[in-house]
Protein backbone atom coordinates (compact mmCIF):
# COMPACT_ATOMS: atom_id res chain seq x y z
CA UNK A 1 0.00 0.00 0.00
CA UNK A 2 0.96 3.34 -1.35
CA UNK A 3 1.04 6.25 0.99
CA UNK A 4 -2.02 8.60 0.34
CA UNK A 5 0.24 11.54 -0.38
CA UNK A 6 2.60 9.77 -2.66
CA UNK A 7 -0.87 9.11 -4.95
CA UNK A 8 -2.09 12.43 -4.50
CA UNK A 9 1.23 14.03 -5.59
CA UNK A 10 1.43 11.62 -8.70
CA UNK A 11 -2.29 12.92 -9.83
CA UNK A 12 -1.56 16.35 -8.88
CA UNK A 13 1.79 16.19 -11.52
CA UNK A 14 -0.08 14.41 -14.07
CA UNK A 15 -2.87 17.90 -13.77
CA UNK A 16 -0.70 20.29 -13.91
CA UNK A 17 1.81 18.61 -16.88
CA UNK A 18 -1.17 17.95 -19.03
CA UNK A 19 -2.55 21.76 -18.45
CA UNK A 20 1.81 22.76 -19.64
CA UNK A 21 1.70 24.47 -15.68
CA UNK A 22 4.90 23.26 -14.69
CA UNK A 23 8.90 23.51 -15.76
CA UNK A 24 10.08 20.14 -15.90
CA UNK A 25 14.08 20.25 -17.30
CA UNK A 26 16.15 17.66 -17.94
CA UNK A 27 17.42 15.74 -15.27
CA UNK A 28 21.34 14.85 -14.79
CA UNK A 29 19.88 11.38 -14.86
CA UNK A 30 19.06 9.59 -18.38
CA UNK A 31 15.26 8.87 -18.97
CA UNK A 32 14.31 11.66 -16.71
CA UNK A 33 13.28 14.49 -15.74
CA UNK A 34 12.56 16.97 -13.14
CA UNK A 35 10.86 19.96 -11.63
CA UNK A 36 11.79 21.59 -8.52
CA UNK A 37 9.53 23.03 -5.75
CA UNK A 38 10.04 24.61 -2.48
CA UNK A 39 11.30 21.82 -0.50
CA UNK A 40 12.52 19.61 -2.86
CA UNK A 41 12.11 18.19 -6.66
CA UNK A 42 10.17 15.57 -8.16
CA UNK A 43 11.96 13.11 -10.47
CA UNK A 44 10.31 11.37 -13.21
CA UNK A 45 11.84 8.60 -15.03
CA UNK A 46 11.91 5.40 -16.84
CA UNK A 47 13.28 1.77 -16.90
CA UNK A 48 12.81 -1.90 -18.19
CA UNK A 49 10.31 -3.46 -16.06
CA UNK A 50 11.44 -5.65 -13.59
CA UNK A 51 8.35 -7.39 -13.16
CA UNK A 52 7.05 -7.63 -16.96
CA UNK A 53 9.84 -8.21 -19.80
CA UNK A 54 9.36 -6.24 -22.80
CA UNK A 55 7.46 -3.43 -20.52
CA UNK A 56 8.54 -0.01 -18.94
CA UNK A 57 8.32 0.86 -15.43
CA UNK A 58 7.72 4.61 -14.65
CA UNK A 59 9.02 5.94 -11.32
CA UNK A 60 8.63 9.28 -9.49
CA UNK A 61 10.98 10.15 -7.08
CA UNK A 62 10.66 12.66 -4.25
CA UNK A 63 14.39 14.59 -3.53
CA UNK A 64 15.05 16.15 -1.06
CA UNK A 65 16.44 20.16 -0.57
CA UNK A 66 19.51 18.26 0.32
CA UNK A 67 19.93 16.09 -3.03
CA UNK A 68 18.65 12.93 -1.06
CA UNK A 69 16.02 10.52 -2.28
CA UNK A 70 13.60 10.33 0.24
CA UNK A 71 10.83 8.64 -1.30
CA UNK A 72 9.51 6.86 -4.34
CA UNK A 73 6.79 5.41 -5.89
CA UNK A 74 6.37 3.31 -9.28
CA UNK A 75 3.36 2.78 -11.41
CA UNK A 76 4.37 -1.04 -10.78
CA UNK A 77 4.25 -0.38 -7.10
CA UNK A 78 1.27 2.60 -6.94
CA UNK A 79 -2.73 1.71 -5.86
CA UNK A 80 -3.54 4.56 -8.00
CA UNK A 81 -6.09 3.22 -10.80
CA UNK A 82 -4.39 3.64 -14.23
CA UNK A 83 -0.62 4.34 -12.80
CA UNK A 84 1.04 3.05 -15.82
CA UNK A 85 -1.28 5.26 -17.95
CA UNK A 86 -0.92 7.91 -15.94
CA UNK A 87 2.42 8.45 -15.52
CA UNK A 88 3.32 7.54 -18.36
CA UNK A 89 1.80 10.77 -19.66
CA UNK A 90 3.35 12.82 -17.05
CA UNK A 91 6.58 11.33 -17.81
CA UNK A 92 6.21 12.06 -21.93
CA UNK A 93 4.82 15.52 -21.16
CA UNK A 94 7.71 16.06 -18.50
CA UNK A 95 10.01 15.15 -21.60
CA UNK A 96 8.11 17.29 -23.94
CA UNK A 97 8.41 20.35 -21.97
CA UNK A 98 11.97 19.96 -20.73
CA UNK A 99 13.06 18.80 -24.21
CA UNK A 100 11.39 22.07 -25.81
CA UNK A 101 9.57 19.23 -28.48
CA UNK A 102 6.84 21.56 -29.14
CA UNK A 103 8.72 24.90 -29.62
CA UNK A 104 10.95 22.55 -32.08
CA UNK A 105 8.35 21.59 -33.92
CA UNK A 106 6.32 25.07 -34.30
CA UNK A 107 9.40 26.48 -35.08
CA UNK A 108 10.27 24.33 -38.30
CA UNK A 109 6.10 24.91 -39.34
CA UNK A 110 6.71 28.18 -39.23
CA UNK A 111 9.88 28.04 -41.07
CA UNK A 112 8.42 26.01 -43.44
CA UNK A 113 5.33 28.12 -44.16
CA UNK A 114 7.57 31.20 -44.46
CA UNK A 115 9.33 30.09 -47.14
CA UNK A 116 12.79 30.23 -45.95
CA UNK A 117 13.00 26.77 -47.55
Avoid: C
Avoid at 6 to 30: H, I, N, Q, R
Amino acid sequence: MTDKRLEKLVLLLAEKTDAGELPWEESEVSNAFHVSFTHGTARIEVRDSRQFAGDQEFILKIINSSGAEVERISDESSDVEGAYALMKKTYEGARRKAMQVDIAIDSMIDDLESGIF
